[in-house]
């Protein structure tokens, strides 16, 4: 059965809910993951309203098992009783051969497993984790300079194509 915004039950496409933007500055990613959250009730309805915050947000492995911690998904008004705890940790769902993969990188050491964004992929919670390792302050540094000359190449070029016009 179809309603007016397609498949019942469903949202078509992606639909962002979070970026941690400030994860490019501070990790070099190497490998990136999605997965599925098993979340409340309350959590989703307060994930489709937006109010999430992801910047502390990190993957761990429990067993075996991924869990994400510190995701903050704000408290859902209309939920009095049955609300959910906001920064509570969350099961994380992966396939086992993804999950091996990940543990190995983490036991070599230096790697850490981050979320970079939250979003509803065909109706269903996702979260994007990125297997990340810390950059310095001379890395950061480098990153905003190549930044920066990468930027103003594109601008040069623009003004360029514009003259040519």
Sequence with gaps: MTTARGTKGREGGERLVAQNRRATFDY????????????????????RAGR???GDAYATIEGRELW????????????????????RKRK?????????RIGKSLERGGWTLIAIR?????????????????????????????KTADREARDAIGRAMKGKR
């Design 28 to 47: 070099e990613i190497e490998d990136r993951f999605e997965a599925g959250m098993a979340l409340m009730g309350s959590e989703v309805k307060s994930l």
């Design 52 to 54: 999430c915050e992801i």
């Design 68 to 87: 994400l911690h510190q995701l903050y998904i704000a408290p859902f008004e209309q939920a009095a009783h049955f609300g959910h705890e906001p920064r």
């Design 92 to 100: 994380l769902l992966l396939h086992r051969a993804e999950l091996t």
């Design 118 to 146: 939250v979003c509803f992929k065909d109706g269903r919670a996702k979260v994007e984790l990125g297997l990340a390792r810390g950059r310095s302050h001379g890395d950061k540094r480098q990153a905003i300079a190549k």
